[in-house]
């Protein structure tokens, strides 16, 4: 028993790394545009599905599929600005809630489209590792590295570069910025196109931690926790959500090993309700997150 | 009440009576007409929050399972007492009792955050009622309740083909009926003037003393009650089950979006518009273009977005009103 709870909650400090990046583009996209990305997880979708057709069709490891995705998720994230976000900046909240929805759906149609609505999956073995209470495959080891190791460039990128200070210029304050000579509609553009491109990206790092594979509707699960992460790093935080996805992964796999020892109930199917249940109460109790993110 | 200030109402009431009597009089039309009919009383229910209070609600379609469970139960557990038709009376009570109670627990957690929240707090509404239903086994877990056994026990063959071919398509008809009357009323009513006050600054209505959230939660409560209604009806007694898998599908929500922001949201005309539209539509692709409904209905949704803000009858009525010799 302490030997199982041990080895989940290793499991859910790795799987929360992954977590923590795949929601660092949803709380940078709402903290520079101040639009809630309501199709998130259908972006982790297109990088899971580019992990999957690097591997199978020309044996690229998920390492190389990392920069592939992230070049395809800059791609994707422009053309979705320049075509939809741009003219929706200063509409009210439905309008974007609403185009950002129906873009989600759009991905996800298309992906189910050409790629069929079945379950897919690749195999990347590379041995495991015996931790005395538990295994850890090596690959698992890699994505909390990697994870770890992007989400540090990410945040050198932002305090270093001329770029990264102007987006954060943004986020503090977008009158200020414009009055500085900040391109704020390039900025936007930026921001929205890096906030894919990580979502992306983190997606070809979460096909190493699913079991059955990937399908065009993984997507939905995902929007949900990353919006969990999200309230709890406080919304409008790229580093908030990255540490908050540990918290998360420690929480989902902590209360799967509590709800698996009831009888009679389905645990996997009940640790997706206590999300739920966890996502209100932070709402509830403190809407600008646990890790004392600004609210407005 | 005066009858002047009812004349859109009156409109949609002989549109539902030619569109009834259309599907009546010509052999083959019920099933298109019953189709259209749904997605016109979907748009009807939906408008009653999303329309009047500018909120969106991404997990409306719970509310629509829970009345759908609401008549599988009270089918499943009554149908030996020989009630006789008297049994869905009780499921449809059972079915807007359980659709209210869910709608004040997410109501009054949900409610209280305002916009890009309310829609986050609601994201997960319909997956987590789900999964809970699934995971601890409830009301059947993930193999749902089926109810055509005990209803032709209780009722006989021929009532039960009658009630699912024919009288839950008319009940889809009254609920749509029924919720566009509600909708006039608030609109013509002081409730009306708080919503538009809301909708268009929430601040601004709170300073000048509406309370903001006592009619946030009125509109909420009475569209999933409708939205109940509808499931109970459309669902349950035509289909005579009731699986998970089916009833919280996430396409129902975009669907009731999609009809609402289509006709114009928070107009009396604008849902039946875009029900009407929706429903033709989807009735030919079905049949086209079998499974691609969303593939199409996604990018249909972001230009009506981008381009028409307002809906169809948003857009017609601004037109209408636009008098250059003013400006």
């Not at chain 1, 998130?40 to 992990?51: K, L, S, V, W």
């Not at chain 1, 974007?96 to 129906?102: K, Q």
């Not at chain 2, 949900?110 to 809970?132: D, H, M, P, Q, S």
């Not at chain 2, 877990?141 to 006989?156: D, T, V």
Request: glycine share 12%; aromatic share 14%; charged share 10%.
């Amino acid at each position: 028993m302490f030997d199982q709870l041990a080895g989940n909650l290793l499991f859910g400090i790795v799987l929360g790394a992954v977590y923590g990046l795949a929601t660092m583009g949803l709380s940078l996209i709402f903290g520079v545009l101040k639009i809630v990305n309501v199709g998130h997880g259908q972006f982790i979708m297109i990088g899971a599905y580019t992990a999957f057709w690097m591997f199978t069709l020309y044996k690229i490891s998920p390492l190389g599929s990392l920069f592939i995705a992230f070049i395809i998720g800059l791609a994707v994230g422009l053309i979705i600005f320049y075509t939809i976000i741009k003219r929706l900046t200063g509409a009210p909240e439905l309008t974007t809630l609403l185009a950002t929805f129906a873009t989600g759906i759009f991905i996800e149609e298309l992906a189910k489209f050409f790629w069929g609505p079945d379950y897919r999956g690749y195999n990347w073995d590379l041995g495991r590792v015996d931790l005395g209470f538990t295994l850890l495959s090596y690959s698992k080891i890699y994505a909390l590295l990697l994870s770890i190791a992007i989400a540090f460039l990410i945040y050198l990128w932002f305090q270093k570069t001329k770029l990264g200070m102007a987006i954060r210029a943004v986020v503090e304050d977008r009158q200020g910025a414009m009055v500085c000579g900040i391109d704020v509609q390039k900025v936007y553009a930026l921001s929205f196109a890096l906030g894919i491109a990580l979502t992306v990206t983190s997606g070809v790092l979460v096909t190493l931690f699913v079991p059955v594979g990937i399908n065009p509707y993984m997507g939905h699960e995902y929007t949900l926790k990353a919006f969990v992460i999200a309230v709890l790093g406080g919304l409008f935080s790229p580093w908030g959500a990255f540490y908050a996805g540990f918290i998360f992964g420690l929480l989902e796999n902590g209360s799967y090993t509590v709800l698996s020892s009831i009888p009679g109930v389905e645990p996997f199917s009940l640790t997706r309700t206590v999300t739920f249940l966890v996502l209100l109460l932070i709402l509830l109790i403190k809407p600008d997150g646990l890790l004392g993110g600004k609210n407005k | 009440m005066s009858l002047k200030k009812y004349y859109e109402f009156l409109s949609l009431l002989v549109f539902y009576a030619v569109l009834f009597f259309l599907g009546l009089a010509i052999p083959g039309m019920w099933q298109p007409v019953s189709l259209i009919m749904f997605y016109v009383a979907l748009g009807q229910c939906f408008n009653i929050f999303l329309g009047l209070t500018g909120y969106v609600d991404f997990g409306y379609v719970a509310f629509l399972a829970m009345g759908a469970y609401g008549m599988a139960i009270a089918v499943d557990l009554l149908h030996r007492q020989g009630l006789g038709v008297f049994i869905i009376f009780i499921g449809l009570v059972l079915a807007v009792l359980m659709s209210t109670l869910l709608s004040l627990a997410v109501g009054a957690v949900a409610l209280r955050l305002r916009g890009a929240y309310f829609a986050i707090a609601t994201i997960g509404v319909n997956e987590g009622f789900r999964y809970f239903i699934e995971g601890a086994r409830l009301w059947g877990g993930s193999e749902g309740i089926i109810i055509s056994g005990p209803l032709r026990q209780s009722l006989g063959p021929q009532t039960v083909n009658y009630l699912s071919t024919f009288v839950a398509d008319v009940l889809v008809f009254l609920i749509a009926i029924l919720a566009a009357f509600v909708t006039a009323r608030i609109i013509n009513g002081k409730m009306g003037y708080a919503m538009m006050a809301l909708r268009e600054d929430e601040d601004a209505a709170k300073v000048i003393g509406v309370n903001v959230t006592k009619y946030k939660i009125i509109a909420f409560v009475i569209s999933a009650s409708f939205a109940g209604l509808l499931g109970a009806c459309a669902w349950t007694l035509k289909m005579t089950y009731v699986f998970p898998a089916d009833v919280f599908l996430i396409t129902y929500t975009i669907e009731a979006i999609a009809i609402v922001m289509l006709g114009g949201a928070g107009t009396l005309l604008g849902p039946a518009a875009g029900g009407l539209i929706y429903g033709i539509l989807k009735y030919y692709l079905a049949i086209k273009l079998p499974g691609l409904q969303l593939l199409i209905l996604a990018p249909l949704l972001i230009i009506i977005i981008v381009i028409f803000p307002e809906g169809v009858v948003g857009t017609i009525k601004k037109r209408g009103a636009w008098r250059p010799w003013n400006s």
